[in-house]
């Protein structure tokens, strides 16, 4: 791949080290690295280079992250990866609802960071969506309204249905709560976690190998749920 | 501009007595026109409706008078044991108020509304113990006669000649449902001939009298009359709330003139009904004057004040020498519409001195104000004696006179040898003035008549006889008697004048002290000091003042008070502060208390109560109960203005601390978890950038665990922290239980070792409300001093189950058990077992404790009878709401 044809990665954090080890891991792994030390400075690069993806820390010095955020969204849909730290739930929670697209907490595992920039990647430049989805055993045809396990039918009530087919469409990408109360509920129910408690244990008792231990729809604490595209082996 | 829109403060008026009353129990009347129509039986009915509906009844207390039709409505109904109390060696049962307030049913019933309460009752009436129930919020049913209705009484009285003592005020029945019940006179008498309507002894001699046709006709009349009118008063306030015009203009102001006079009361009465009538506020005025007033004057006059207080008048006094002048003044201060006053019973002298009648007077210089004379009955109310004309002080001052006109006399008789009989007229006069300064008007028009006389047959001619022969002489006579009636009166207009100007120097002198005293004086202590002084000097008491203790809603006497409350009193003042209404001696609450006990209101708060034990006996004036009121406002202010002040340094304090304390642990958390995660980053990316020797996988394994244990470190101590500042606030959502325990469970890795941990949670997937992150630490925390403290290999257990009301959250371990000394005291701050192994500051166990209770829960711990130690987290179990249902 030729220097040009690497996707550009925005980084604004004001910790160099921590600019520098992502400038690190990341140029090993394909990826150009531009960095920012502000939020100021993150949006003027931003304007100027039209990165592919923008890693965003919540807490900066000059302008929050929050901010930085909604003035990104203003003009640009670069997908938005928040670098955020432990214990700060509400903030990430608040971020993914104003429109970032997913978020790593530190101290992050490389691997997982990477996995995160594909997703991102992948669900901003993804044309059109695939009709079929297929995780190991389990295979969800959207188009037919059919999922099935080993090719064995299983059945779902209209709820988890629905549920299941906003985490297929977003296979990879992190749900608020919200998120998907919102979208499988209405705009009343998006205070009501208990219902999402309610089915996602239904679906996991239909849809996980070992309910109690899913590695296919993934909790996210204080945040929401994850499809993961392939089960970790 | 106000035409047919509502005034938005009168809605708010509305909505919010409309929100008290939902908040407060609401009040049921069984109304009757008099004993004997069914008001028990019907309201009984009502409460087996109730109950069938299922609601918290008990009854209170029903007198049945034995009726079995009454009884067998009763029967099954649970109820409140009746207080038994022994008043002079007589066995009485009472309604049992606090049994009541502690049961606190939804709805209670207590029949006969206006009864008096035996002796040593909290409350001389029992509409005071209904009005407690209804302010604690429970619901009350109970019966009344319409006789027993303040305003109506007097009407009553008229009707049946029989004077009624038990009453209510009208405004304990504002807010109350009215339920009539009402029976034909032909039929109650048919009852009553029957037997079946019970009456007490001491009426059973007026019965016959009482129970005529006529009568019961125009009872019945008045009872439908006040059903009606009070209807017609929910009526106007739908109409006012839903912003429907007044048929009738409205800005009428009516104005009663109080005296001590036994007519008063009637007047009082009649001005409440037509305020009523007319919807118009009303005040009633005591001009105080200049004389003073005897004692049971003064204690009628104290009940007339406290009639119209009841009755929902707004009491003023205010002094003046002359009555129409202070009444036309306080009228046109309050732009009262019409005067209510008292049609006089007869013609007296001394209305010619003044200009005139009284009434004459009011009319013509009242203006355009209307002045409505009302007859006013009364005199032989409820059979009170009329007040002696001699008073014991009178008596003396008459004896003065007399001994003046003796001594005079005397003194005349030797001067008449050197200046004439004409001249001792002189001396005569000059008595009488002297006299007219020192006593009363009585003793002065006395005087004036017995020296006229004295010198008419002591001295002219001829001497020894009333007779006068010469012209010149019945001049001199007629012409001293006047000027002596003149002077004397003058006199004593005078003396009471300064009398007048002296007490209300006084008063303000002592308000002028007080408030100064108070500007000077910048703390609390020494505010208090100067408050108890003054009101020690003025009304000649001891005076103990009571601070409410803010944490506890407690009273507390505070140290700078010259009588110490006893327990009793305190209860006392406890009361006036909970309620807001004097309590104590000469109140109508509690008043066999020694003191009387003031609550300081400042608009919606209490900061305190003023207790005073009078050095005299007696109610106080009128005057200076005025100025007391007016110290309580005074000092309500003061210590209401401390205690705003104390809590606005106190809530920047806590603003300040609570600031620098985040911005403390925004900084540390910052500080030391960045290096962290650069170094957890780093190893993580050192695993993945390719295949390492044994020795370096090793090595990165070490530096993992390392970050991992500091970066666990580093949150124990900033949850700490926060715990300690009290920043921990719980956000509460629906959790998977198994969610959280494999988060626990990995987020510990490696420290668990080699020790297997069985997961039991019989909860099924049922949501469970709580706060994930401190219920995560909670349990990262339980296994990890379990890891601490147990061999390596040995099992631990993690089960969840529920209680009815916790869920039920339990670690167990087979190590050592727990040290036998100081349990307890492992949930304290860097406590560490004795057995622990290295590593482990001791903060988990404290941090567990505190997360559990900041989540409402609670921790014990105890041994396992088979080996091991247990530990048990509690946390309150919420109920899921219900989750919508599908179709497949």
């Not at chain 1, 044809?5 to 160099?16: A, G, R, T």
């Not at chain 2, 429907?244 to 036994?262: N, T």
Request: aromatic letters at 6%; a neutral charge; one cysteine or more.
């Amino acid at each position: 791949m030729t220097e040009a044809l690497k996707p550009l990665v925005l980084v604004v954090d004001d910790e160099p080290q921590i600019r520098r080890l992502l400038a690190v891991t990341l140029e090993a792994n394909g990826y150009r690295v531009l960095p920012a030390a502000t939020g100021q400075e993150g949006l003027v690069l931003a304007a100027q280079h039209h990165p592919a993806i923008v890693m965003l820390d919540l807490g900066l010095p000059d302008v929050s992250g929050q901010e930085v955020l909604r003035r990104l969204r203003e003009w640009s849909s670069a997908p938005v990866v928040i670098l955020s730290v432990q214990d700060d739930e509400a903030g990430k929670v608040a971020a993914l609802d104003g429109g970032a697209d997913d978020y790593v907490t530190k101290p992050f595992n490389s691997a997982e960071l990477l996995a995160r920039l594909r997703v991102a990647l992948r669900h901003a430049t993804k044309q059109e969506e695939d009709s079929v989805f297929q995780s190991g055993s389990l295979v969800v045809d959207l188009a037919n309204r059919r999922v099935t396990i080993k090719g064995r039918e299983v059945e779902l009530t209209a709820t988890e249905y629905n549920l299941l087919r906003l985490l297929v469409r977003h296979a990879g990408k992190v749900l608020t709560h919200r998120q998907l109360l919102r979208e499988v509920w209405g705009v009343a129910a998006v205070e009501q976690t208990h219902y999402l408690r309610v089915y996602v244990a239904r679906l996991r008792e239909k849809l996980e190998p070992i309910p109690s231990e899913p590695k296919l729809i993934v909790t996210e604490p204080g945040v929401g749920y994850r499809l993961r595209p392939a089960p970790t082996q | 501009m106000s035409e047919g829109r509502p005034n938005p403060d009168a809605l708010l008026a509305a909505i919010q007595s409309e929100d008290a009353r939902t908040q407060r129990g609401r009040l049921k009347v069984f109304l009757g026109m008099c004993a004997g129509v069914g008001k028990t039986y019907a309201m009984l009915e009502a409460a087996r409706r109730e109950l069938a509906s299922g609601r918290d009844l008990v009854i209170g207390y029903i007198e049945t008078h034995g009726r079995r039709e009454t009884d067998a409505l009763a029967d099954g109904v649970p109820f409140i044991p009746r207080r038994q109390l022994d008043y002079r060696g007589v066995q009485l049962t009472e309604f049992d108020l606090d049994a009541t307030l502690s049961r606190k049913p939804q709805l209670v019933l207590v029949d006969e509304f206006a009864h008096t309460n035996a002796p040593g009752s909290r409350h001389q009436k029992r509409y005071q113990d209904v009005i407690e129930l209804l302010d604690a919020g429970i619901d009350v049913f109970t019966t009344l006669n319409v006789q027993h209705i303040e305003s109506r009484a007097e009407a009553v009285r008229q009707i049946t000649g029989i004077a009624i003592q038990e009453t209510v005020p009208d405004t304990t029945l504002a807010d109350a449902e009215l339920e009539l019940v009402d029976l034909p006179p032909d039929e109650l008498r048919t009852r009553l001939a029957e037997g079946k309507v019970y009456l007490p002894e001491r009426v059973a001699t007026a019965r016959d009298n009482f129970f005529r046709s006529g009568n019961l006709s125009a009872l019945r009349e008045l009872a439908l009359r006040f059903a009606a009118e009070h209807v017609g008063q929910d009526v106007r306030d739908y109409r006012h709330k839903h912003g429907i015009a007044e048929p009738w203009k409205s800005g009428q102001r009516l104005l009663v003139a109080v005296s001590a006079s036994p007519t008063s009361a009637s007047l009082i009465r009649w001005a409440c009904r037509l305020s009523g009538e007319l919807r118009a506020p009303w005040a009633a005025l005591y001009v105080e004057q200049p004389l003073a007033m005897s004692e049971p004057e003064n204690q009628r006059l104290s009940k007339h004040l406290a009639l119209a207080r009841e009755l929902g008048a707004e009491v003023v006094t205010t002094s003046d020498q002359d009555v129409v002048e202070g009444l036309l003044r306080v009228a046109r201060e309050r732009n009262v519409t019409q005067i209510v006053v008292g049609k006089p019973a007869g013609w007296r002298m001394m209305e010619l001195f003044r200009g005139g009648s009284f009434l004459n007077r009011l009319i013509r210089q009242s203006g355009n104000i209307d002045i409505l004379a009302v007859r006013a009955e009364g005199g032989t109310l409820a059979g009170r004696p009329i007040r002696p004309r001699l008073k014991i002080p009178d008596a003396r001052s008459y004896a003065v006179a007399v001994g003046v006109c003796t001594v005079t006399t005397a003194l005349n008789a030797l001067l008449q040898h050197w200046i004439g009989y004409q001249a001792v007229a002189l001396v005569y006069l000059l008595s009488v003035v002297l006299l007219g300064i020192f006593v009363g008007r009585g003793p002065t028009l006395l005087a004036a008549t017995l020296t006229a006389l004295l010198w008419n047959y002591a001295f002219t001619d001829p001497q020894l006889t009333f007779r006068i022969d010469n012209a010149e002489d019945t001049m001199l006579f007629a012409t001293y008697f006047v000027v002596a009636l003149a002077m004397g009166h003058l006199a004593t207009r005078l003396r009471a004048q300064q009398l007048a100007e002296r007490a209300r120097e006084v008063r303000a002198t002592a308000m002028y002290l007080l408030t100064r005293d108070m500007a000077e004086s910048g703390e609390l202590a020494q505010l208090l000091g100067v408050l108890v002084r003054h009101l020690g000097d003025t009304f000649r008491a001891d005076v103990a003042v009571s601070l409410p203790d803010e944490a506890r809603g407690t009273l507390t006497p505070y140290f700078a008070s010259s009588w110490s409350l006893s327990e009793k009193e305190l209860g006392v003042a406890t009361w006036a502060f909970e309620h807001r209404q004097p309590a104590g001696y000469k109140t109508e609450t509690l008043n066999s208390a020694e003191g009387l006990h003031l609550p300081l209101i400042a608009g919606d708060r209490v900061p305190g109560v003023v207790s005073l034990r009078f050095h005299d006996s007696g109610a106080l004036p009128p005057a200076q109960r005025e100025l007391l009121e007016a110290f309580a406002r005074q000092m309500a202010l003061v210590l209401d203005r401390q205690s705003l002040r104390d809590s606005e340094t106190r809530a920047t304090l806590v603003a300040e601390s609570e600031r620098l304390g985040k911005t403390l642990l925004n900084s540390v958390s910052h500080e030391l978890r960045t290096p962290l995660a650069a170094i957890s980053t780093a190893s993580s990316g050192l695993r993945d950038a390719g295949p390492l020797t044994p020795t370096q996988q090793s090595l990165v394994a070490e530096l993992d665990e390392a970050s991992t244990r500091l970066n666990r470190l580093v949150r124990n101590l900033l949850d700490l922290s926060r715990l300690e500042a009290g920043h921990l606030h719980p956000h509460f959502d629906w959790h998977d239980l198994q969610d959280i325990v494999r988060l626990a469970l990995g987020s510990l890795g490696r420290a668990l070792a080699s020790r297997p941990v069985t997961v039991d949670i019989q909860l099924g997937h049922a949501p469970v409300r709580l706060d994930a992150a401190l219920t995560e630490q909670i349990l990262v925390n339980l296994l990890s001093n379990a890891a601490t403290h147990t061999e390596q290999g040995t099992p631990i257990e993690f089960h969840a189950r529920w209680e009815p009301d916790w869920l039920v959250l339990e670690v167990a371990d087979r190590g050592p058990g727990l040290p036998p000394e100081g349990a307890a005291r492992l949930f304290d701050r860097f406590q560490r077992g004795p057995q622990a192994a290295a590593g482990g500051t001791g903060l988990g166990l404290s941090l567990v404790k505190g997360f559990a209770e900041a989540q409402g829960g609670n921790v014990s711990l105890e041994n396992r009878a088979d080996g091991g130690a247990r530990f048990t987290v509690r946390l309150p179990r919420v109920k899921m709401p219900p989750v919508p249902q599908d179709q497949p």
